[in-house]
C-alpha cells in the first residue's frame, strides 16, 4: 500500500492520530528509513493521546460540574490555608472509588467545598470514572419533574450506576417526605458499591435534623457516615479574600480542617 493510500486509510478509519503522525513521519524519513517498529510506537501513542482527550472531555459533559477547570493539580496547599497536602492526595487516583468510600464536606459559604468536590469529580473523569453532579435542589427538582414524566427509573438508574456521585449544598431546608424517600432510595442503592461526595454550609452533626426524620435519618446517616472521609472546614469566604488583601487588612483565609478517615474496607459485597 503507497503512503498516500495508508493516510487515507487511517482517515477512513477515523484513527486522526496515527494519520497525523503517519504524514510527519513519511515526510521526515523519506531519505532515511526509520524502524518500523518506531513507526508504530509513535502513531500509537498519539492515537491514543487523542482518544484519552476526547474521552475526557466526553466524561466531563456528562458530568456537568459545577467548576469544570477544578483540578487536583489547582488546588491550594498554601500554609495559611491549613489544607494537608497528604490527607487531600489520598484522594488522588482512583483507591477510594474503587472501595466504594464517602467524602464528606462541610464548612461555612465560600470556604472552597465545591471546588474541591468538583476536583474530584475532574480527577475521576480523567481516570475515566463516570461521574454525575448536582445541587441538592437540583437534585430533588429533577427526581420529581422525572416522576412526573415517567422517566424516574431511567433517571434512578443512572445515579445508581455512576461511580461518583456529588451532592452539593446539602441544606439548610427540611426535606419533605418525598424528598427524604428519594434520597434514602439512592444512598441505599450505592452504599458500599459506589462512591458519592456531598458538601454542605452545616455541621455534619446537623444533617439528622435535616432529614427530619428519625428513621430515616438514622438509616441514611448510618450508609453516609460509615467508613467516611470527612473534611470539617473554617474560616470566611474565600470570594472575600482579594478584597481584603487589597486593603492590607490581616489574613483571613479559610483553614481547611484535618481530614477524618478510617480504613479502607475490602470492596462491596
Known amino acids: 500500500m503507497s503512503t498516500n493510500a495508508t493516510y487515507e486509510a487511517l482517515r477512513a478509519l477515523k484513527l486522526d492520530g496515527m494519520a497525523d503522525v ?24 498519539r492515537e491514543k493521546s487523542i482518544r484519552d482527550a476526547k474521552r475526557l472531555q466526553s466524561r466531563l459533559r456528562a458530568a456537568r460540574l459545577r467548576e469544570p477547570e477544578a ?4 488546588v491550594d496547599y498554601m500554609a495559611e490555608r491549613t489544607l494537608d497536602r497528604a490527607a487531600f492526595e489520598v484522594l488522588r487516583g482512583t483507591a477510594w472509588i474503587e472501595t466504594h468510600r464517602t467524602v464528606l464536606m462541610s464548612g461555612p459559604c465560600g470556604v ?3 471546588f474541591l468536590a468538583c476536583a474530584l469529580g475532574h480527577e475521576a ?13 437540583q437534585l430533588f427538582a429533577e427526581l420529581a419533574s422525572a416522576k412526573q414524566g415517567g422517566t424516574y427509573d431511567r433517571l434512578f438508574g443512572k445515579i445508581k450506576r455512576t461511580d461518583v456521585l456529588i451532592l452539593d449544598d446539602w441544606g439548610p431546608d427540611l426535606m419533605t417526605p418525598a ?13 458500599e458499591r459506589k462512591s458519592t461526595v456531598i458538601t454542605s454550609q452545616l455541621p455534619i452533626e446537623k444533617w439528622y435534623d435535616i432529614i427530619a426524620d428519625p428513621t430515616l435519618a438514622d438509616a441514611i446517616l448510618d450508609r453516609l ?3 467516611a472521609y470527612r473534611f470539617d472546614l473554617a474560616g470566611v469566604s474565600m470570594r472575600k479574600a482579594p478584597a481584603e488583601e487589597k486593603n492590607d487588612a490581616p489574613s483571613t483565609k479559610p483553614s481547611f480542617g484535618r481530614l477524618l478517615s478510617r480504613p479502607a474496607h475490602p470492596a462491596s459485597r
Not at 524519513?29 to 524502524?35: C, F, I, L
Not at 424528598?179 to 452504599?191: G, K, S
Open 71 to 74: 483540578t487536583m493539580d489547582k
Open 179 to 191: 424528598q427524604r424517600r428519594d434520597l434514602m432510595e439512592i444512598v441505599d442503592a450505592r452504599y
Open 112 to 114: 472552597g467545598k465545591s
Open 125 to 137: 473523569c480523567k481516570l475515566d470514572k463516570s461521574v454525575m453532579y448536582f445541587r441538592m435542589p
Open 22 to 45: 503517519f504524514a510527519e513521519l513519511a515526510a521526515q524519513t523519506a531519505n532515511s528509513p526509520q524502524d518500523p517498529t518506531q513507526w508504530v510506537a509513535h502513531m500509537v501513542a
Open 225 to 227: 457516615v460509615h467508613q
